[in-house]
């Protein structure tokens, strides 16, 4: 029998490569806390009609992309695609939205059939941020604030740029995707095929397209900031006043509409050209509509989400990558039945006395010299050796792997002191 391999676009995250994924999350999970955002989990597995209620059902994600399969009790089920419309069914089924303000954030996989390709998996993680009850460009302005200090926390805001609009509320929209279609219906045997099958379903997704020729043909299009009400245009103003006085930089672009149908009014994406083509790395906008399309009560909502492998090939093309760290500080090593046991409870004795200290045990026997080997290659910086000759005098021998000083006895009660001592030495 053959090898099982894994799913195609859905990869193995190796150990070698965890410490960076560490790194970005906990430093985006330090910011948000700093914000007053709290964390939110929800299944990956949901009803099918969640996501076709709310993403529209035809967009790409539900009309070829969607993992969805009936269950043994002939229910259609669906591996989120994305973390909002999963966000809104949480906060509104336990009561979450109701007169209250939310700022929540959420991390894990979502799922999407598409063409596997560098930084774009059927298996792709993200951070979502969402914020519920707040209708003013305020909040907008914060959740942008948020995501620019991020960059500037890893280092990489140089190579990010913020691009945004405004595509109004529902009734704006309708006017402008009137306008759009009577426009573009001239040159419809000119369009890409995606454009046609989208001209009478979702035209404004057309704006969005990667084909040169289409763009062409939208060069004279109507733009949709034309078609405003002052509603929009004052919450647009609003939002980019904040953004002026915070010192976040901005480009306005008129064709970003984003994929969803539920967005309104604010959309943005921070777009990089670091690796190769332009590549966004994280995206969002307004919903207002959301929760009540999902039988809620009508909730203002804004929010945005990240994609983090992409985010994980920038920190590595940029080299703003984090020093990798040592796999153990203590390298504990021993010889025979005895010392073996005793080497045991000396590593739990030091993990228990320190909270910071990285104690690895050398398991599995074998010589000294093999033992040495992969105490060198952990890292550690002091190799603790345990024998009969240590183990009868109540003794280990400590060796300074990383520095010139002589192998020396310890007496096993003054260990934990000697390596307080020790690190203190090395600070």
């Known amino acids: ?69 009936a269950d043994r ?51 792709f993680h993200q951070i979502g941020v969402e914020t519920f009850g707040m ?24 190579a990010l740029t913020l691009e945004l609009n405004s595509i109004g509320s529902s009734e704006c929209r309708g006017r402008y995707r009137q306008a759009l279609i009577d426009y573009l219906s001239q040159f419809e045997a000119q369009l890409d095929a995606d454009s046609q099958r989208r001209l009478h379903t979702n035209p ?19 733009v949709l900031s034309d078609y405003l009400d002052e509603a929009s245009r004052s919450h647009f103003d609003g939002l980019c006043a904040r953004l002026d006085a915070i010192g976040v930089s901005y480009t306005f672009n008129p064709k970003l509409v984003r994929g969803l149908d539920y967005y309104g009014l604010t959309v943005f994406e921070w777009t990089t050209t670091a690796l190769g083509a332009q590549g966004t790395v994280c995206a969002g906008g307004r919903y207002d509509g959301l929760v009540e399309q999902l039988g809620g009560k009508p909730t203002p909502a804004v929010g945005f989400a990240m994609g983090l492998e992409r985010l994980v090939l920038l920190l590595q093309a940029l080299e703003a990558t984090p020093e990798s760290e040592a796999l153990a500080d203590v390298y504990i ?34 010589s000294y010299k093999s033992q040495f080997k992969k105490a060198d290659k952990s890292g550690a910086s002091l190799a603790i050796i345990l024998g009969e000759d240590e183990l009868a005098n109540g003794e280990v021998s400590v060796k ?21 001592q020790f690190r203190a030495g090395q600070a």
Not at 339 to 346: G, K, M, S, T
């Open 135 to 158: 209708n003013g460009p305020d909040i907008d302005a914060e959740l942008i604030a948020i995501s620019a200090r991020l960059w500037q926390d890893l280092g990489i805001d140089h």
């Open 204 to 222: 404004m997704r057309i704006l969005d397209s990667k084909v040169p020729e289409t763009q062409a043909l939208l060069a004279d299009a109507p």
């Open 1 to 69: 029998m053959g090898r099982i391999q894994s799913i195609r676009g859905m990869n193995d995250l190796l150990p070698e490569a965890s410490p960076l994924w560490q790194y970005l999350e906990g430093r985006v999970a330090d910011l948000l806390k700093r914000y007053g955002y709290r964390e939110i989990r929800f299944p990956i597995v949901e009803q099918t009609e969640l996501f076709k209620r709310s993403i529209g059902e035809v967009t790409d994600i539900v009309e070829k992309e969607m993992y969805t399969f």
């Open 73 to 123: 009790n002939g229910d259609s089920l669906t591996l989120r695609p994305e973390g909002t419309a999963s966000c809104v069914r949480a906060c509104d089924q336990n009561g979450l939205l109701h007169n209250q303000i939310q700022r929540l954030w959420y991390a894990g996989p979502m799922f999407r059939h598409e063409r596997p390709q560098k930084g774009r998996l059927r298996q």
């Open 333 to 366: 090593m021993a010889s025979g039945e005895a010392a073996e046991v005793q080497a045991l409870a000396i590593a739990e004795k030091l993990r228990g006395q320190s909270d910071d200290l990285k104690v690895l045990l050398h398991c599995g026997g074998g």
């Open 400 to 420: 300074d792997l990383r520095g010139q000083s002589e192998q020396q006895r310890v007496a096993i009660a003054e260990l934990s002191q000697f390596i307080s």
